[in-house]
C-alpha cells in the first residue's frame, strides 16, 4: 500500500479566516513534505519533516505554519492567506528521512482557493 | 541549486505510436531520477524511476534511459494509450527534488 491521503479534497476561505490541511500516510515513511502547486506548473518544495522534525523551509511565509504530531501525520495551519496562495496543496511521504534519494509518494492534494 | 530543463512541452501521438520526453539536469551529483503522471485533478503518480549507477530500465511499455555524461534521462512510452493522457514532470535529486517544468501528453484515439 503505498497511499497518502489528504483532507479536505477542496477548501474555500477567506483572507482572514484560519484553517487547517490534513496528511496522512501508514506506511511507516520517515520523511513527510509539502508541496504547493500552480496550475501547469511542477510542484515546488514548501517543507520537509525528517523523523518528525522539521528539515527544510523553503523560505515560504509564515502565514504557512507546518506541524507534524506524530510519524504518520502532517499538518499544514494557514492563516491570513492571500488570493495568490490559491494552488493545489499536496502531501508526499518517503521512506527514507534523507529528502533527496528515495521515492516519494504523493497523495491527491487539497485544491485551495483564497477569496 | 540544480536545474531541471524538460522537452516537449506538449506532445500529441496517435494510438499505438511511441512517445519520447527528454530531460536534462545541470549537477552532475544529482543521483536519482524519477518520472511522474499527474492525471487532471489528482497528484503526481510515480510511474517509473533510475538511478545514476542504472543506464536504462524497462517495466512493460514504460522505459527510462540515463546518460550520466551528457547529464539528460528520456522517459519512453511504447504502443500509447488513451489514457496515457496526462502531464508527466521528471526530476532530479540531490538534496531534494527538483522537478522539470512537465510535458502535457495527449494520445489521439
Known amino acids: 500500500d503505498t497511499e497518502v491521503t489528504q483532507t479536505p479534497k477542496h477548501l474555500v476561505m477567506g483572507m482572514t479566516n484560519k484553517k487547517s490541511l490534513k496528511c496522512e500516510q501508514h506506511m511507516g515513511h520517515r520523511a513527510m513534505y509539502w508541496y504547493k502547486q500552480k496550475a501547469k506548473k511542477p510542484p515546488e518544495l514548501m517543507f520537509v519533516?525528517?523523523?518528525?522534525?522539521?528539515?527544510i523551509n523553503e523560505s515560504v511565509p509564515s502565514r504557512f505554519s507546518p506541524e507534524c504530531p506524530n510519524s504518520s501525520l502532517l499538518n499544514l495551519h494557514l492563516h491570513a492567506l492571500q488570493p495568490e496562495d490559491s494552488a493545489l496543496y499536496l502531501c508526499?511521504?518517503?521512506?527514507?528521512?534523507?529528502?533527496?534519494?528515495?521515492?516519494?509518494?504523493f497523495g491527491p492534494g487539497t485544491r485551495l482557493t483564497v477569496l | 541549486g540544480e536545474n531541471v530543463e524538460q522537452h516537449p512541452s506538449t506532445l500529441s501521438v496517435q494510438e499505438g505510436d511511441s512517445a519520447v520526453i527528454k530531460c536534462t539536469y545541470s549537477?552532475?551529483?544529482?543521483?536519482?531520477f524519477p518520472w511522474y503522471k499527474q492525471e487532471l485533478g489528482k497528484g503526481p503518480q510515480l510511474i517509473i524511476d533510475i538511478r545514476s549507477n542504472v543506464g536504462e530500465k524497462k517495466d512493460q511499455r514504460i522505459a527510462v534511459t540515463l546518460n550520466k555524461t551528457a547529464k539528460h534521462f528520456s522517459l519512453h512510452i511504447t504502443e500509447t494509450q488513451p489514457e496515457d493522457s496526462a502531464v508527466y514532470f521528471c526530476a532530479a535529486s540531490i538534496d531534494q527534488f527538483y522537478f522539470g517544468t512537465g510535458t502535457s501528453l495527449t494520445v489521439i484515439p
Open positions: 519533516y525528517s523523523y518528525e522534525k522539521l528539515s
Open positions: 508526499a511521504s518517503s521512506l527514507d528521512p534523507t529528502p533527496s534519494t528515495d521515492t516519494q509518494y
Open positions: 549537477d552532475s551529483a544529482s543521483n536519482y
